[in-house]
């Protein structure tokens, strides 16, 4: 199984901050990762699609790149409802796998 | 608008089954695989299979394959996840999804493996 793995777990920010969270893969995925958004006690948001893709509806602060097997998802600069777990999916081969997410909060 | 919505969770005893269901709505279900993934109260996000959009094939994470069976009915716009011999570890919110990587999902439903 492809392993992603992400960093930090906790990312304590101030509002207005600009902010990045990692996921390295264990294996080649190319650019079939995505970002999701959980608000407690709310379903996932896809954020981002293909690595880099701003999803339908999601603000411009947010941005996905890639370097090599290191996948990044950052905010620009931080606003509160921003506030949440975050974490990547791989798509590129079964059985597709999840980052161990972060938990973005207020410092 | 798109809309998952899922149903048939609840209290369950170790070695029982439990069959989940996902209504779906906002879209032509039948152009779309379909998924489930689910969340441990850790928060631990597992991908748990997924079907084609005619419901010819399916595919599923290793370690749930011998126990959980997912199919579709798309005359009713409906997903299902079967599950059997269920475990204590099977505790979690259960997400339906659309597609390979969830454009969208379900608000979830809560599964809770004890005696």
């Known amino acids: 199984d492809i392993q992603m793995t992400q960093a930090p777990s906790s990312l304590p920010a101030s509002l207005g901050d600009r902010v990045t969270i990692t996921c390295r893969a264990s294996?080649?995925?190319?650019?079939?990762l995505r970002w999701f958004q959980q608000k407690p006690g709310k379903s996932p948001r896809l954020m981002i699609y293909?690595?880099?893709n701003l999803a339908a509806g999601v603000p411009s602060r947010f941005s996905g790149s890639r370097s090599g097997s290191d996948y990044s998802l950052t905010i620009s600069s931080l606003e509160s409802e921003d506030m949440a777990d975050y974490y990547c999916l791989q798509s590129k081969e079964s059985p597709f796998t999840f980052g161990s997410g972060t938990k973005l909060e207020i410092k | 608008e798109v809309q998952l919505v899922e149903s048939g969770g609840g209290l369950v005893q170790p070695g029982a089954s439990l069959k989940l269901s996902c209504v779906a709505s906002?879209?032509?279900?039948?152009?779309?695989?379909m998924s489930w993934v689910r969340q441990t109260p850790g928060k631990t996000m597992e991908w748990i299979g997924d079907i084609k959009y005619d419901g010819s094939y399916t595919n599923y994470a290793p370690s749930l394959k011998n126990r959980f069976t997912i199919s579709r009915d798309n005359a009713k716009s409906t997903l299902y996840l079967q599950m059997s011999n269920v475990r204590s570890e099977d505790t979690a919110t259960y997400y339906c999804?659309?597609?390979?990587?969830?454009?969208?999902w379900g608000q979830g439903v809560m599964v809770t493996v004890s005696s």
């Open positions: 906002g879209f032509t279900f039948s152009d779309y695989w």
């Open positions: 293909g690595a880099t």
């Open positions: 999804t659309r597609g390979w990587g969830g454009d969208y």
């Open positions: 294996q080649d995925i190319g650019n079939y």
